[in-house]
């Protein structure tokens, strides 16, 4: 279960016997007591267990089961609703009793009323034990015991209460009501006395008074007044055979627990924290009251201070019990003991009894479990076993389900061989779920982010409780990221490197990484991948043309002969293996798109006459070229051409070149290493030095274009049309050092 945040349209209970160990009394000063350090949960363990329904909160006890709130999933955005039902504590089947039921203190019995009847059930057995039909003038006041209640005024004007028991026939007025009391009520309180609520006076002079009913006697032989602090809509009030207890809060929601011995009348107080706008749950347990807020699991985003449910002595007034981490609603059984809907984090969410043990010492026990976790629990996550860092764009759905929503969760996926991670931190669920795209990336301190790695990966999920109730949650997986390799990446990593060579003949490597955020492609981290790199007139990216990991190089030496560097896959090259002499008779050499369809790359160069020639791929690592194929002419009115991949949607890769005056031609692949008639894509491409082929940049399934000049380094990205191959150019910051500082780009 989820426990979801508080819904803002809920099913109000008609009758509020949430603290059927609530009633209370008398105020007599006493000097208030410090509260001392709360000492460690005292719970007993609990023999036999029953189920309780999940996301349900108690409202009532009887002797043998429970009068429960359940929520119903909701059928619209409007929020849940909730059914009632009686739980039998030995785990055979609920019933559903329907609203308007109230437990009354007295084995099984429970009451129910409507606007003109009222009726006593044992809802173990299901048999009627007594219904009203309201007299004119009467009105339901309550239940307890094995009676009904109704109220009415007599010819004189006096409110007088009258009971209505399972043996009478018409009901029996009973003694000690005063004539003007007023909004009298009549809830289920010990084995023999109801407690009966009722105001007197009008106005500034309306006092609030709480009467023992003595149900044998049929009178109200106690009574009390409680303070105007005591009467506010969230208090309540606790009574035992020997105590009487109500809280107090002040405007600061500080709240004080008043305890006043029957006999004596004699009152303690107890200041024991703030309750901030919080209702407190007050019992009464042999020697001892007990106390905290309701609802502390999953409302509050702090902590706070009542959450859990705390046992004072009555007796020295100082020690304290840690008896649950947190309340929900609570009832008194018959027998007396408290009925607390709540949980430990040793033991979980369900129903605890609340009695003395064997030293008087209050303990909790649990009768019947929800099965729900009340420290942070994860209870499922959508983590595919293996992840396709190239699909839906680079944006990966993942989803951990939490048992609360009031946490701050990270998650950190690692790579495992880098130990490079991506971290998703300070998320609070909503409504308990965790749920982000991961863009493929992995964190980097100097840039920001870098594309992601392949391979095994783990992830980790915490989540923090905000409100402090249990540790921190971690849970652990792991899954498998693949992906395609592609022609310029040489880390494996998917996103496209940009190679440059400085004057001194260095080879530098800038990763690069596309920032879906800003719309910039920009470095993640630059490497020196070797020195004397000089001693080549032209270096080009060749794709994977041996079957590496990763993409390759080829480079040809000032004396024609063409070399060959098998990419590794983590940024450097295997050394070089020598291709053949002889291609110094070419001025412009293209390579790293499959020109044929056999999913190869190859490989063009152009001669000083003009013709073009196609070196097809063969796959091995020694000749990865076959024999040259002459397939065009006319080609020296070009001063660079670019192998670009199929930006056009065509057969196979496609071409473009840029001719004297700048304009820049496209050449669609035909799918057998020739070409389709040029297209015209624009003009003013002679403001670069370099055009290359990067691939897909951005991570949208479209090959892309990286334009290097003087006045900065742009991207291009590719529309897939042939009319249009490419969009608006965008800024980049890569290679992260200046324009011109540079003599070849790849």
């Known amino acids: 279960m989820i426990h979801a945040r508080p819904a803002r349209r809920r099913l109000v209970v008609s009758v509020v016997t949430v603290l059927a160990v609530t009633a209370g009394g008398g105020a007599l000063a006493a000097p208030a007591v410090a509260a001392p350090a709360v000492e460690a949960t005292h719970t007993a363990a609990a023999a036999e267990v029953a189920p309780f329904p999940a996301k349900s909160t108690v409202f009532g006890a009887t002797a043998t089961g429970f009068l429960t709130s359940t929520e119903v999933p909701p059928m619209d955005e409007a929020g849940p609703t909730y059914s009632a039902h009686w739980v039998p504590a030995d785990g055979s089947a609920v019933k559903d009793i329907g609203w308007g039921f109230e437990s009354t203190g007295s084995g099984d019995i429970v009451a129910s009323h409507g606007a003109t009847k009222a009726s006593l059930t044992d809802v173990a057995t299901g048999a009627k034990l007594r219904s009203v039909t309201f007299e004119t003038g009467h009105t339901y006041a309550g239940a307890a015991g094995k009676a009904l209640f109704t109220t009415v005024l007599n010819v004189n004007g006096d409110r007088l209460i009258h009971m209505h028991t399972t043996t009478s026939g018409s009901g029996k007025m009973t003694a000690g009501l005063p004539g003007n009391a007023t909004g009298v009520t009549v809830k289920a309180g010990t084995a023999t006395h109801a407690l009966v609520t009722y105001s007197t006076g009008t106005d500034a002079d309306a006092e609030k008074h709480i009467g023992l009913l003595d149900l044998a006697a049929n009178a109200i032989t106690e009574t009390y007044e409680v303070p105007p602090v005591a009467t506010t809509g969230k208090s309540n009030f606790a009574v035992s055979a020997t105590h009487f207890a109500w809280v107090e809060y002040d405007a600061n929601e500080n709240v004080t627990v008043v305890a006043v011995d029957r006999a004596t009348k004699n009152q303690q107080r107890f200041e024991v924290g703030a309750a901030w706008r919080k209702d407190v749950e007050l019992g009464l347990v042999g020697d001892w009251v007990t106390y905290g807020t309701r609802s502390g699991l999953t409302d509050d985003v702090e902590p706070e201070p009542l959450a859990a449910l705390t046992a004072r002595s009555l007796k020295d007034g100082t020690t304290t019990r840690k008896l ?315 001063n660079q051409l670019t192998a670009v991949g199929d930006i056009a949607g065509s057969a196979a890769g496609d071409l473009v070149a840029r001719d004297s005056s700048g304009v820049l031609w496209l050449y669609q692949g035909r799918g057998d290493g020739t070409f389709a008639p040029r297209t015209r894509v624009g003009s003013g491409w002679n403001a670069y030095t370099h055009l290359v082929g990067v691939g897909d940049a951005n991570r949208d399934g479209r090959p892309d274009l990286y334009a290097y000049g003087p006045n900065g380094t742009y991207l291009y990205k590719g529309t897939g049309s042939a009319t249009a191959p490419f969009g608006s150019k965008e800024a980049t910051s890569v290679p992260d050092t200046a324009p011109l500082t540079h003599t070849s780009v790849i």
């Open 324 to 638: 649950l981490d947190h309340t929900l609603t609570a009832a008194v059984a018959p027998d007396g003991a408290q009925t607390v809907r709540g949980g430990t984090v040793e033991q979980g969410e369900g129903v605890y009894r609340i009695a003395p043990g064997a030293d008087g010492t209050p303990a909790a026990t649990l009768v019947a479990s929800s099965g729900e976790s009340t420290k942070v629990a994860l209870l499922g996550s959508k983590v595919p076993a293996v992840v396709d860092l190239d699909a839906h764009g680079g944006r990966i759905p993942l989803e951990f389900t939490l048992s609360r929503y009031n946490v701050r969760a990270q998650v950190t996926l690692r790579h495992v061989q880098t130990g490079k991670v991506y971290v998703v931190g300070s998320v609070q669920p909503e409504n308990g779920v965790v749920r982000f795209d991961w863009t493929a990336d992995l964190d980097n301190d100097r840039y920001g982010a870098e594309s992601a790695l392949p391979g095994a990966y783990t992830w980790e999920i915490s989540a923090e409780p905000m409100n402090g109730i249990g540790q921190t949650l971690k849970e652990t997986g792991a899954f498998t990221a693949t992906r395609k390799a592609a022609p310029h990446d040489y880390d494996d990593n998917g996103s496209p490197d940009v190679l440059v060579r400085d004057s001194a003949g260095k080879l530098w490597r800038t990763d690069s990484h596309y920032d879906v955020t800003n719309g910039q492609l920009r470095p993640a981290e630059q490497e020196l991948v070797g020195s004397g790199w000089n001693m080549f007139n032209q270096i080009e990216a060749a794709g994977d043309i041996a079957g590496g990991p990763a993409g390759d190089l080829v480079a040809r030496d000032t004396s024609g002969v063409l070399w060959h560097y098998l990419g590794k896959g983590d940024g450097t090259f295997a050394s070089r293996v020598k291709i053949g002499p002889g291609w110094q008779i070419y001025n412009k050499i293209a390579a790293g798109s499959d020109l044929n369809g056999d999913g190869r790359p190859d490989l063009l160069a152009t001669d000083t006459a003009g013709a073009l020639y196609l070196y097809k791929g063969t796959g091995s690592a020694t000749a990865p070229y076959s024999a040259r194929v002459k397939v065009g002419t006319g080609w020296g009115i070009f």
